[in-house]
């Protein structure tokens, strides 16, 4: 396979994995019987695994000794099942897995230097995964067959061209399928504020009359905005402008080296408060109802808060999404948050004064390799094939820069500190009490959330006083959020909105419901939007119109 996994895992050396397997090493080393006892049982399964391989070559169907998860796409193609030595050639990778987590597992060593080791050892063994190569790969070798090698042609063009033009990664998406006005961000608004930090854009009207009450949507700044307005169909922003609420969303400029000294504090003062003050203009609605996503849902608990502290109760509701705000187990960002991950990289920021965006992307991509790296290494070099047309993709390769200050903070308050969760946090002047907001809440969590795992959001939302609906989506990270109604939706709920001290416990207790997420929390937020008025003025005669949305900053570079 042209793509090198150590370039991959270069890129995220500040986390110091390669230590971690040098230490991983010299504990398997000082228990030499045990290792060799994980050693001596990958040789017998190993040799059992070719036993029923040559059964399998003569018509004799049976079990090897390991099983494939059924959700692993790699091996879906039918050869691997009916061709005994495309069979035995399986079996020897999963057994490689086995033995290596077997041997991490065993090992005495520090967990957090575990948890580094495992995950660039399976790194390293999905590098080596046989649907990765050719010859092993019975789906571009069917193809290159049927095709007369013009995919081979293909993928070789497809290679050199990722080579020159995209450091040697596979891409994701090709440049141009997706245009941010037309394809993404495409729900027609305003802009009708702009500071050094952010835009707020207004969204026009499609309904006679709306709700009262203004909705202020507040975007992570890892990638641009537009997650909250995807394309149409698919955009949360326009749901609900559809369904009668005054929406407002602010896009953050990308930073660049001038911006080293923005703190989180900026963050909340230029963002969702000011833009408080702005809709209040506007719409002159005293209240407003607040939604974040991940990074902007921490920020949102954290406006919360703040203005609570201050006597300040213009936010009504807060809904959050895919949110950490007890950070005790970020799962597996927990790898790349911890002490030494952080100062390599605060002496990083110290140059540029900025993280740049490619470290954040190229983060979440090893945290998914298989999908996000090798299954499209396959599908562009392999197969010939251009990268399928996917909005999600188009956002997430729309990352952008973090400033130094901010993110050091941020990193050292929340992942490694963990003080909003502790109530040791002072943003803006004021110590963060999460116990004072009792406003009503809505928290999403996604079943396969690797960023937000859906137990550490709850732990979260255990720590406010409101009433707390807690709603459990189907999908990941993102595809958790991006949930418009299809058959494939579901969510969990209970009927009471009761939280048990144990996650496992509200599970148990949870019912399914074959509908999205956002056909539950429709209603919800209608009950805590207030009556019907005549939409509000795009923007005032203090906050004039600045131009069409999505504006200036979305595409700034």
Known sequence: MPLRGGDLIGRADPASLGASVGRLAVALASAPQKSAGIGMRYLLQTGQAGAVSMLRSVGVVVDGPAESDPGDKRFADRAWESNAALFWVRQQHLLLERLTDELVDSARMEEATRRKAAFLVRLMVDAVAPTNFLPTNPAAVKKAYDTGGLSLARGARNFLSDLVTNKGQPRQVVPGQFTVGKDLAATPGKVIFRN????????????????????????????????????????????????????????????????????????????????????????????????????????????????????????????LLNTLVD??????????????????????????????????????????????????????????EPPAAFDLLAWNADSTRMPADMHSFYLRSCYLENQLAKGQMELAGERLDLSTVTQDLYFVSAEQDHIAPWMSVYKGALLPKGHIRFVLSNSGHIAGVVNPPNPKSRFYATKDDVLPPDPQVWRARAEEHTASWWEDWTPWIAQRAGGQRTPPPMGSETHPVLGDAPGLYVHGK
Not at 265 to 272: A, E, F, Q, T
Not at 273 to 298: F, H, K, M, W, Y
Not at 310 to 318: E, L, M
Not at 349 to 365: C, H, I, P, Q, V
């Open 327 to 384: 950070f005790s187990e970020p799962g597996q960002l927990g790898i790349f948050t911890d002490e030494s991950t952080v100062s390599r990289l605060e002496k990083q920021m110290a140059e540029t004064g900025f993280l740049k965006s490619e470290n954040m992307r190229t983060t979440f991509d090893l945290m998914r390799s298989n999908d996000l790296v090798w299954g499209f290494a396959v599908n562009n070099w392999l197969m010939g």
């Open 196 to 319: 050094r930090l952010m835009e707020l854009i207004q969204y026009t009207p499609q309904t006679d009359t709306v709700h009262e009450v203004p909705l202020l949507l507040s975007p992570p700044w890892i990638n641009k905005y537009y997650m909250m307005d995807l394309s149409p169909g698919r955009s949360l922003a326009e749901w609900a402008v559809r369904h009668g609420h005054t929406v407002f969303v602010i896009s953050y400029r990308n930073p660049d080296a001038s911006m080293r000294n923005i703190r989180l504090d900026d963050y909340l003062i230029d963002g969702p408060r000011i833009a408080l003050d702005v809709i209040q203009d506007i719409t002159g609605s005293d209240e407003a109802n607040l939604l974040g996503l991940c990074l902007g849902g921490t920020l949102t608990m954290a406006t919360l808060a703040h203005l609570n502290a201050t006597g300040d109760r213009r936010v009504r509701t807060g809904t």
